[in-house]
Nanobody
């Protein structure tokens, strides 16, 4: 079993909603905190949200992270999608004790999923 497995990415129209799913192994889910990053074409990897840090900037108010402790799963609900949201979305896991100020930093995350492609057409 992979430590993190994302799903749900697909082609959508601008303005539509999409929910991504990340299922973690029991070991990772019980010992780490999960979050989401994204990598758009030609851009750097970008923090989206984690279980304790809501999305901000261009994603504020549109993207929401939630979790299901029974299923060892976190979700990323994305509403009012825009073409600039097109990216590969990655689920990642960091130690639960990571300082708040460092939770948006990729280097704090020890486990990564393979990514799921989200494409938003205009």
């Amino acid at each position: 079993q992979a430590d993190l497995l994302e799903s749900g990415g697909r082609l959508v129209q601008a303005g539509e909603s999409l929910r991504l799913t990340c299922t973690a192994s029991v070991r990772v889910y019980n010992n780490y905190s999960l979050g989401w990053f994204r990598k758009a074409p030609g851009k750097e990897l970008e923090f989206v949200a984690d279980i304790s840090t809501r999305a901000f900037g261009a994603m504020y108010g549109r993207f929401t992270i939630s979790s299901d402790n029974v299923k060892n799963t976190v979700y990323l609900q994305m509403n009012r999608l825009k073409p600039e949201d097109t990216a590969v979305y990655y689920c990642a896991a960091r130690p639960s004790g990571t300082p708040v100020s460092r939770r948006i930093l990729r280097e704090e995350y020890d486990y990564w999923g393979q990514g799921t492609q989200v494409t938003v057409s205009s």
